[in-house]
């Protein structure tokens, strides 16, 4: 039901630009991607979410393939603090859709 | 409130108890989430609450649990006849589906059955 497939972990240096992928090759035209992630023993905190166009804050950025079958998380310069599951999620942006939760990306950020 | 408020954040139970898990959620957020977290796994769904709509409990694993949502605002988990494998974080969320569309989340509740 998760509808959307990472792999289980990843490492990353301290300061270097994290690139997490996302593979979610059944998305329906109107289900945006949503990025959320988890610090140890906290709730899921909202990153970034985007539906067609690239999408950049001040957490991350999201980068959707054109044929949006895939996308990208991208932690610009990783901090220690960024270590965390990271969830990709597809939905529908509106009322009465869940948010499927898979078992996300552990992302662990290496001094 | 500033965010979603869970109460208590801890709680310990003997198996065969009842246990009620409070949810305050943003002010004025339409939709109420309540998911469930065991030990190194993901969150697991379990009902959704959208304004005076019925709700969706397609999540619940069994009849030993229910929730209500009074007023549109508070929520209320509660699990009758505790068991060890209801051990668990209860997570809430809470989403202001009109304007933004991000989930917030509670700090959730742990429960241990013993």
């Known amino acids: 039901d998760a509808k959307t497939t990472q792999p289980p972990s990843m490492d990353c240096a301290e300061g270097r630009a994290a690139n997490l992928p996302c593979n979610h090759s059944?998305?329906?035209?109107?289900?945006?991607v949503y990025w959320y992630r988890q610090i140890h023993s906290q709730g899921p905190q909202y990153i970034i979410h985007?539906?067609?166009n690239n999408e950049t804050n001040e957490m991350a950025s999201l980068i959707i393939t054109e044929d949006r079958k895939s996308s990208t998380l991208i932690l610009p310069h990783a901090t220690l603090r960024d270590t965390a599951v990271y969830y990709c999620i597809v939905r529908v942006a509106t009322t009465g859709n869940q948010f499927y939760f898979g078992t996300g990306t552990s992302l662990t950020v290496i001094p | 409130g500033a965010g979603v408020s869970q109460s208590p954040s801890n709680k310990v139970t003997e198996k065969g108890k009842d246990v009620e898990l409070r949810c305050d959620p943003i002010?004025?957020?339409?939709?109420l989430y309540w998911y469930r977290q065991s030990l190194g796994q993901g969150l697991e769904f379990l009902i959704y609450?959208?304004?005076?709509?019925?709700?969706?409990k397609s999540g619940l694993p069994s009849d030993r649990f229910s929730a209500e949502r009074t007023g549109g605002s508070v929520s209320t988990l509660t699990i009758q006849r505790t068991q060890q494998e209801d051990s668990a974080v209860y997570l809430c969320?809470?989403?202001?589906?009109?304007?933004?569309?991000?989930?917030?989340f509670g700090q959730g509740t742990r429960l241990t059955v013993v």
């Open positions: 002010s004025g957020h339409t939709a």
């Open positions: 609450f959208q304004g005076n709509s019925a709700p969706d």
């Open positions: 969320a809470s989403i202001l589906v009109q304007d933004r569309p991000e989930a917030f």
């Open positions: 985007g539906l067609k």
């Open positions: 059944t998305i329906s035209g109107n289900e945006y």
